[in-house]
């Protein structure tokens, strides 16, 4: 295991209504890790994210970033909804999303100048998606809207990124171009943590996984826990995956 | 102009909840005080108004009933309660009481200079917040889980529009009314969106398009007897809807119909030019001729489209033999490989 731990989150229970959708998760994410929450539908991985980022409120538990609390180390977070959460019908540019990565460094009122641009510029040329800056988000692929919400938590240029299924219905040219660069920030030792649902691929993109529905099941190394025990123990039916070395 | 931030929020019908909801508060506010003055029972349409909104919030918040039903119950809840209050003001026996129902309709022509300013010192007041905090409402418009993660205080910024919607509308009710006040907030902001992709530029064709409805309205309902103005600014308000819907360039159903029939016939065209490509291109010559029999077999074809190709100088006609340019194979040829680009 390397150094530091990232992500702690502790007792973690979060409920709509009685039923319990998180129970009692004990997390803990190292520094550097390209980490995959895997589990069925209505296991609570989205839940999940949104909880440690405060966007749902748990009934209990605590997430600390770096050994502090997760409202003081904001700004070293990076968060990439689902695409859907979004009406891409919005009034905006490519660019103009992307700028709203600068806005939590700017703080209330101040204005993005052409500071802001510079930086949300660059981001855009990351993933490729230059060349349309000035488009109508409407007018966008769903790919290349993903791209440009992956850009807009690039422009933080945070510590930490959570990422809401982003490979959900993108064709492959977008799933290549965005693997590439969670590992390239993986390589600047940043922890990438992403709720995904294709099982074949968690081998290859990733080299942390955690086994989600409703508890935790299992969380560690894929090497050492991505194997058909935890996977029947998540999804409930007897799971065969070849794990490729 | 703040319309433009409830038709992008999806609660559209949030203003005609408002706008029925403030009026048990001018009820309550003539019954306390007794006066008539419009300043007062604005007051009083704020408050209620206010506690109408935060409520139909409450409850989407707390309970499953989905937002439409929320805005359903607290409309005809207040609006019900106001009524009653309204009904029970008229059987008073005070001389004082009637007028209160000019709120239902709106009267314009009972405004007077006070009210003008006031009117105008909201409105400034209304657009320096807007500046101020535009890129906070921007963001939490199009992404409010995001918005949060950033650190900024969503609730906040949500109460501060919503609060501003609401105080917009309470200024209209006098001009309007209740029952048509909604019409008056939502109707520019849907017809700017027609026009623009821009927030910007949206926000600022709505308050223009709401002036000009304010300004043509009146003066259409001034020129003639009889003509109470509110109706009437809400009609000029909706020929701009409904110019926006139909002539809008990018949006309008007008100009899609029209794109929509010329890319059938720009498609019949290249098909037409795409068959012609690859007969021409088994000849070492790309110009060499050929019978116009043989494109009879190619479905679709007619006299008029291949006379528009060589109208366009794509192909030359001899006799009965046809024969590619020089520009026509290039299209062609250029048109082949677009094609199989966008089926990767």
Redesign the interface.
């Given at each position: 295991m390397k150094g530091n731990i990232a992500v702690q989150v502790d007792d973690l229970t979060v409920a709509y209504n009685y039923k319990p959708v998180l129970w009692d998760i004990d997390l803990e994410i190292p520094e550097g890790v390209l980490m995959a929450i895997v589990g069925p539908n209505g296991a609570g991985k989205s839940t999940l994210i949104?909880s440690i980022?405060?966007?749902l409120n748990p009934i209990a538990g605590s997430v600390s970033i770096y050994g502090k609390p997760y409202e003081k180390q904001?700004?070293l977070?990076?968060?990439v909804?689902q695409k859907g959460?979004?009406?891409w019908d919005?009034?905006?540019?490519a660019l103009d999303?992307v700028m709203?990565g600068t806005?939590?460094s700017?703080g209330?009122?101040?204005?993005?100048g052409q500071k802001e641009k510079k930086l949300a510029l660059e981001a855009l040329e990351k993933v490729g998606m230059l060349p349309f800056k000035n488009r109508?988000i409407?007018q966008l692929s769903g790919g290349q809207q993903q791209r440009i919400f992956l850009a807009?938590a690039l422009v933080q240029d945070a510590s930490i990124y959570f990422m809401d299924e982003p490979f959900q219905g993108v064709d492959a040219t977008t799933e290549i171009a965005i693997i590439n660069i969670l590992k390239e920030l993986r390589k600047a030792n940043k922890t990438v943590i992403v709720v995904h649902h294709d099982l074949q691929t968690v081998p290859e993109y990733f080299d942390w996984v955690t086994f989600l529905n409703v508890k935790k099941i299992a969380t560690g190394p894929v090497k050492d826990i991505f194997n058909d025990d935890n996977l029947t123990k998540t999804y409930g039916i007897n799971y065969k995956v070849s794990i490729q070395e | 102009m703040l319309g433009s931030f409830a038709v992008l929020r999806k609660q559209s019908l949030l203003g005609d909840a408002i706008s029925h909801a403030a009026l048990p508060g001018i009820a309550i506010a003539f019954l306390i005080t007794g006066t008539k003055d419009s300043n007062i029972l604005l007051l009083g349409a704020l408050i209620s108004g206010l506690i109408g909104t935060f409520w139909i919030r409450g409850i989407v918040k707390k309970t499953h009933l989905k937002s439409d039903t929320a805005l359903g119950l607290i409309l005809s809840l207040f609006f019900g309660f106001g009524m009653l209050l309204l009904t029970y003001i008229q059987k008073q026996p005070n001389a004082n009481q009637a007028g209160l129902d000019k709120y239902l309709f709106g009267q314009a022509a009972t405004l007077v200079e006070s009210d003008v300013w006031l009117m105008s010192l909201v409105t400034g007041f209304c657009l320096l917040v807007l500046l101020l905090f535009w890129k906070e409402f921007k963001i939490l418009l199009f992404d409010a889980d995001y918005t949060k993660t950033l650190g900024f205080n969503t609730t906040f910024i949500d109460v501060l529009i919503t609060s501003f919607i609401v105080l917009a509308i309470v200024l209209g009710l006098q001009t309007v009314g209740v029952v048509l006040m909604s019409a008056m907030l939502l109707a520019p902001a849907a017809a700017a969106r027609q026009w623009t992709n821009s927030l910007g530029v949206m926000v600022f064709l709505a308050a223009l398009f709401g002036a000009f409805s304010g300004v043509f309205g009146t003066a259409i309902s001034a020129s003639q007897n009889n003509l109470s103005t509110g109706p009437v600014i809400v009609i000029v308000a909706s020929v701009f809807v409904l110019v926006s819907f139909i002539f809008s360039p990018s949006r309008g159903l007008l100009f899609k119909q029209i794109r929509f029939i010329k890319n059938r016939r720009d498609l019949k065209l290249h098909k037409t030019l795409a068959f012609m490509y690859h007969i021409a291109k088994t000849h070492d010559n790309i110009s060499h001729p050929h019978t116009i029999k043989i494109l009879n077999n190619f479905q679709g074809f007619t006299k008029r489209t291949l006379q528009k190709l060589v109208d366009k100088q794509y192909v030359t006609l001899h006799g009965s033999n046809w024969s590619l340019t020089k520009e026509g194979f290039k299209t062609a040829s250029n048109l082949y490989n677009q094609q199989s680009d966008s089926h990767e």
């Open positions: 949104k980022l405060g966007i904001r700004e977070v990076a968060y909804p959460s979004v009406d919005f009034p905006t540019t999303v709203m806005y939590g700017l209330w009122i101040k204005r993005p109508q409407s807009r | -």
